[in-house]
C-alpha cells in the first residue's frame, strides 16, 4: 500500500510498505479514506523528537472497516470508523479510569500509545491508505454510513477533543473569560470548545493573521501577540483582572513575544500565569516532551523548563496537564456534530490525495498560503 514515509527532517516522501495484516482477534483493518497532519507531527517532521527514518506518519485517521478479527463483537465489514489517536486496551487501570491516553498496556514500559508517533508504540500511522486498529471494539467510534461530516468527523480522532480537554483541564463554566494561547488547530478548537461550553469572553492569542482571523469568525477576541504584552492587552479588556482560565495550546516551540525568531519553551506557561487571575485554573494540552534535542539551551533539551512557579503559587493557580483521553469526549463531540451544533472543519484549509503529502507537510510548516490544517484522502485524486 502507499504511505506517507518520514525520511530524515523535513522530508517525507509517499511510497509502497508493507499492507497491515490482522495479528490477533481483536484486530480490524481499515480502508483509509481521511487522514490529517497534525502540528504533533510537524515536530517529527523537523527533527525535534527520536523519530527514525522509516516511521509511517499519521494519527488522525478515518475509514471504513475491510477485514474483522475473529474476536471483535460491535464491528462489522463496511462500518464507518474514527479512531482516537490512543491507542488503548479498556481494561487496564488507568483505561478505566477514563484515562485512556495513559494505557498500561500497549506500549510496555510507557504511559500511552498512538499510530504513527515516536515512542508511542509499534502501531503504524494511517496516512497510508489502510491501517489495522487494534482493540477495535474499544478503539474504533462508529459513524453514519455515508460521506457526509467527513472532514469534521475526522477531528474527533485528535484536535476536535484535544481542545476540548483544554478547556476541562480548565473546568472551563457557562459565563467566564478564558484566553487560548495558540490560535493553530488545536487552539482553534480549545477557543471554539470553550464557546461552546458556555464561555462569555474568549481571547485568542497568535500573530499569525490567518489564525486570528478564524479566531474572530468563530466569535473570539484575537490577540495579536506581536504587537505587544498579550498578558497586558487581556487585562486592559478585562478590567485589569485577567481572565478567569487560561489554556496552552502552543507547547515547548513556543517563540519570543519580542523575538518570534527565538525559542523560548516556556514563554506561554509563564504568561499564562500573568494573564489568569489569582485563584484561576491552567490547562496545558499543548505538548512537552521529557526530550527535545533542538531546545534552545541545555536544561530544555531534558523537558526542564524555567517556571514561574513563585507567582503561581501566590496567585493560587492550578495547572492540569496531559495528553487528551479522546474517548472522553469523542462520542458526545460526534453527537454534536450530528446534530449540528459544532462544525470543527471551519478549521481545514486544504484537503489532498495523499500523494501530495510532501508538498502538504512543507507549506503547513511553513505556514504559508493559508495552511491551517490540511486532511489527506487516500484513494482519491482530489483537486489540489
Known sequence: MKAVVYE???SVTVRDVDDPRIQHPNDVIVRVTSSAICGSDLHMYEGRTAAESGIVFGHENLGIIEEVGSGVTSLSQGDRVV???NVACGFCKNCLAGKTGFCLTVNPGFAGGAYGYVAMGPYTGGQAERLRVPFADFNCLKLPPGEEFETDFVLLADIFPTGYHGCELAQVKPGESVAVYGAGPVGLMAAYSALLRGAAKVFSVDRVPERLAKAEEIG???IDFSKGDPAAQIKEQTGGEGTDKG???VGYQATSHKDTSHEEPAVVLNTLVETVRPTGLLGIPG???PSDPGAPDEHAKHGQLLVSIGKMFEKGQQMGTGQCNVKQYNRQLRDMIIAGRAKPSFVVSHELPLD???QAYEKFD???EGYTKVVLHPGHALAA
Open 366 to 368: 511553513k505556514r504559508i
Open 220 to 222: 473570539a477576541i484575537p
Open 287 to 289: 505538548l512537552y516532551v
Open 83 to 85: 479512531m482516537p489517536f
Open 8 to 10: 530524515k527532517p523535513f
Open 247 to 249: 489554556v496552552d495550546a
Open 356 to 358: 501530495q503529502a510532501p
